[in-house]
């Protein structure tokens, strides 16, 4: 009875300590009578909206500023100034640098790239179980900065998400006479339908393409089809040791050769103006000519569509599935956001953890992002999103919930732009050249390792 | 025998150092100092400049001349500079044919007019040449297809094939009325009476142009092609934004210079070292072409003789 007792008294200290110590630990990091500013860097929504707000030229409809959400975090936290420097995107990562340099940032916008500068965010997540449940995806990233390659780090926390979504336009499918495809499409189910209409309708006359492969005028981002199609065929292109000499890549396998050749078979279905990557067109209206689109910002699709009065014309739907491996059934998705990090260099990093929790689930600041024409990365963001949006929401839900977290960033098997030199403009040079048919598969593989491996001699 | 100089002298002529020395402050910090540190970085391995450089001798050196990469990028800036030379040529016979129409206004609507391409923002022309040089419904493409009489669709900047000459175009399109410009002002300095004397001794026009005009602008021509070939080394923008906003060159390369790897090492692959190592490969290219062509022409001695 005795011993019973002692042992409950000094669980009960136990218990006491933890909790005093964990208060204690709180206290500390969060000291609300402290005063100081709060730095914000980088590129990315708060600085396109600017402290007032902006006008949308295409919609008409305006968005908030930055302004909202200083207010709001200064409602909560009167004792921390919110600073926000906005970089352009040309060449953030060096304006970030030098900022970092200056000791003068907390707050890295869109860092999680920036590994070498930013913390490690497992262990805040670790701390914060509730908050890691409240969000839908994280960004990580494999680096040798923070781990070795074998292991993928949070760096970032996503505040807005813009997963890839396709676009099919019901009419040009019922002038052609055929059946929408449902969610458990494929990429060959899309080629397949991409090449039945391209030709001339048979109601209208007039020329359609069957798809546009997305971002042909920007080579910086035209690797997103080969992510998603790699993704889909499960073509493993990166086989991480603990450092990058250890790791592998190979762009010329069967599976990755596939990849290309479905880029290059839908390039042959894609209107002239796609395949040279000039004046394209993303706007959804009622001029639209291509049977398939597929792009990020949907949202911003969906009010050129009501703006356009032709929203019930097309039918939003996740990408095609993926085929093979332990993500088999899910859509392929490729998926951008705008991110925040805490600078490593910072001296008030808890409280620069506070201010990606607040971000990215505040309700003030999560309704600022959907006003913005964006997806918050918590659930109840969207459930407020498909208020607006109605079922064509339901494309965007199913991608977030199924797609694999590690898809969102730059650290999968399909694809790395942070440890293997020139990836992403070697990838959106070929990639253009596969659509615009100046290339082959083959070829095109062989780009890629060489220029890969030609770097990696470096190391 | 040097003069002393007298106290109050030196005293008045010290009044002027301040100006001196606040140039060569910043010659040194914003020239040299950045020079240097070029120089020493090409020799570390740099990620992120002040976290953990690390001194690699020459191999960033090696590297970049094992890169097919940076070789071709050499090729592709040197082809560029030179077609880029066109420049010279067609300004000379604009200039000619200005000139021809004597002192006016129709001269100067002319040289305005020819001038104007030189003062819009490369941005802007470069957007306008999408247009014209597209493949499908390009201007130009239009214009040969109603000159060959069947429809051509030539990509000039979007088909590896053709990139070089629509880029060529481009850039002749922009600077040929600079150098219309400078082949006026030395064709206009040109004694009229030595063009009287060969009429009267029966020279033609050809004759006139060969014997008298060519060989008496020969320093326009050289000023020209120095100045011609050292900012064609250091093309960027317009390659730039053609390649769809990336510094890979598109298509396939075929238009990336050594700035612009440069770029894409320094910004889009931060790897410092290699991207400092290609800055100095292009500053020795520039710097003995231009010697050599310094002395084959004989430039800064004209200056002298001048």
């Known amino acids: ?47 396109t909206q600017g402290e007032n707000g902006a006008l949308d030229m295409v919609t008409g409809l305006e968005t908030p500023g930055y302004n909202v959400i200083i207010d709001r975090w200064e409602e909560l936290h009167p004792n921390v100034k919110l600073e926000i420097e906005n970089a352009p995107w040309d060449s953030w990562q060096s304006a970030v640098q030098a900022a970092v340099l200056s000791g003068d940032v907390d707050v890295v916008l869109h ?71 449902d969610e458990n499409w494929t990429w060959s189910d899309m080629l397949s ?23 042909m005028d920007n080579a910086n981002n035209a690797f997103f089809t080969f992510q998603m199609v790699a993704s889909a065929y499960d073509a493993q292109i990166f086989t991480y040791g603990k450092t990058v000499e250890d790791s592998t890549v190979d762009y010329t396998s069967e599976k990755a050769i596939k990849v290309f050749q479905m880029i290059k078979d839908l390039g042959e279905c894609c209107s002239p103006t796609v395949r040279e990557g000039v004046n394209v067109a993303y706007q959804l209206t009622a001029e639209n000519d291509t049977a398939i689109r597929y792009s990020q910002n949907v949202f911003t699709h969906f009010n050129e569509a009501k703006v356009g009065e032709v929203e019930d014309r097309f039918v939003f739907m996740p990408v095609p599935v993926i085929e093979e491996g332990e993500h088999a059934g899910d859509p392929s998705s490729f998926k951008g956001c705008n991110n925040m990090a805490i600078c490593n260099t910072s001296e008030h990093k808890d409280w620069a953890w506070e201010f990606i ?71 959106g040079s070929v990639t253009l050249d596969l659509v615009k048919g100046t290339t082959t598969a083959e070829e095109a593989g062989q780009t890629m390792q060489t220029t890969i491996e030609e770097f990696l001699a470096s190391k | ?26 010659l040194v910090l914003f020239v040299y100092i ?38 071709r990028s050499i090729f592709n800036t040197f082809v560029l500079a030179f077609l880029g030379l066109l420049t010279i040529p067609l300004g000379f016979f604009l200039a000619v044919l200005i000139n021809g129409l004597g002192k006016g206004k129709l001269q100067s609507f002319f040289r ?39 429809e051509i669709t030539i990509g000039w900047i979007s088909d590896a094939r053709y990139s070089k000459i629509g880029a060529t175009i481009l850039w002749c399109w922009s600077n040929m009325g600079y150098s219309m410009l400078i082949n006026l002002a030395s064709l206009q300095s040109i004694p009229g009476e030595l063009y009287e004397a060969a009429t009267v001794d029966g020279a033609t026009p050809w004759n006139r142009i060969r014997y008298i005009t060519i060989p008496l602008m020969r320093s326009c021509f050289t000023f020209l092609l120095v100045t011609g070939v050292i900012s064609g080394l250091s093309r960027f923008t317009d390659l730039y934004i053609m390649g769809k906003n990336s510094a890979a060159g598109i298509p396939s390369g075929t238009l990336q210079t050594i700035l612009m790897y440069i770029y894409q090492f320094s910004f889009d692959v931060p790897q410092f070292g290699l991207s400092c190592a290609g800055a100095i490969v292009l500053f020795v290219l520039v710097f003995a072409f231009t010697m050599v062509n310094v002395k084959m022409t004989g430039f800064l001695n004209d200056e002298e003789e001048v």
């Open chain 1, 193 to 215: 339908l991409a090449q039945q209409m391209t030709g001339t309708d048979p109601v209208t006359g007039k020329q359609t393409y069957g798809v546009q492969v997305d971002s």
């Open chain 1, 1 to 47: 009875m005795k011993r019973k007792m002692i042992s409950s008294i000094l669980c009960a200290a136990l218990a006491a300590s933890l909790l005093a110590g964990y208060g204690s630990c709180e206290a500390a990091a969060l000291d609300e009578s402290e005063e100081f500013t709060l730095r914000l860097m980088g590129p990315g929504l708060l600085g």
């Open chain 2, 112 to 150: 305005i007019g020819f001038y104007l391409p030189n003062i819009i923002t490369g941005v802007s022309v470069v957007l306008m040449f999408a247009v014209v040089l597209q493949g499908n419904g390009g201007l130009l493409n239009i214009f040969l297809s109603k000159i060959f009489g069947r």
């Open chain 1, 357 to 427: 929790k607040f971000m990215s689930t505040d309700p003030v600041a999560v309704q600022w992002v959907i006003d913005c024409g964006q997806i918050p990365n918590v659930p109840e963001g969207l459930d407020t999103v498909r208020e607006i949006m109605g079922d064509k929401a339901d494309a965007i839900s199913r991608t977030l919930e199924t797609m694999p977290n590690e898809f969102s960033n730059s650290s999968t098997a399909y694809y790395n732009n942070i440890n293997f030199g020139p990836v992403t403009a070697t990838l």
């Open chain 1, 111 to 181: 860092g999680a790239t920036l590994t070498a500068l930013v913390e490690p965010l497992d262990e805040y997540l670790a701390a914060d179980p509730e908050y890691a449940e409240q969000i839908y995806t994280t960004e990580t990233r494999r680096t040798t900065d923070i781990n070795d390659l074998t292991v993928a780090t949070t760096t970032g926390i996503p505040y807005t998400l813009s997963p890839m979504i396709c676009y099919l336009d019901k009419q040009i499918f019922e002038d052609y006479g055929i059946e929408l495809p």
């Open chain 2, 1 to 26: 025998m040097k003069k002393k100089l007298s106290a109050r002298q030196i005293k008045k002529q010290l009044r002027w150092y301040p100006f001196l020395i606040l140039s060569v402050l910043a």
């Open chain 2, 34 to 71: 950045p020079m240097g540190k070029t120089i020493q970085y090409s020799l570390y391995d740099v990620s992120i400049v002040g976290f953990g450089e690390k001194f690699v001798g020459l191999k960033n050196y090696r590297t970049i001349f094992g890169q097919s990469q940076f070789v």
